[in-house]
């Protein structure tokens, strides 16, 4: 079955830092484009970062600096390392292979004290 399986999300202290992971089933992730999108209680859906398949790289101003995008190849994973969170970065976020009309099922970042 062909699928993108996201985990990684939880609640963390401004400042503080998660990985988000999104795994690729039934299909090779390495040969596509991925993005991270976000979407915020009452806001929509927004991309965060994109990776080519020669892993460039393209962030959102609001998380340039902060977030990381980057694949593992032979584990046929996407991550988004997040640093310095704020509580404007709590959304729900998605996983998305555009030419394959993906979406993964989404994970919850709650940034508070």
């Known amino acids: 079955q062909v699928q993108l399986v996201e985990s990684g999300g939880g609640l963390v202290q401004p400042g503080g830092s998660l990985r988000l992971s999104c795994q690729a089933l039934?299909?090779?992730?390495?040969?596509?484009?991925a993005n991270w999108y976000r979407q915020a209680p009452g806001n929509e859906r927004e991309l965060v970062a994109r990776i080519t398949v020669t892993s460039d790289t393209n962030y959102a101003d609001s998380v340039k600096g902060r977030f990381t995008i980057s694949r593992d190849y032979h584990k046929n994973t996407v991550y988004l390392q997040m640093n310095s969170l704020k509580p404007e970065d709590t959304a729900v976020y998605y996983c998305?292979?555009?030419?394959?009309?993906?979406w993964g099922q989404g994970t919850l970042v709650t940034v508070s004290s």
């Open positions: 998305n292979v555009p030419l394959r009309s993906l």
């Open positions: 039934g299909f090779t992730f390495s040969s596509y484009h």
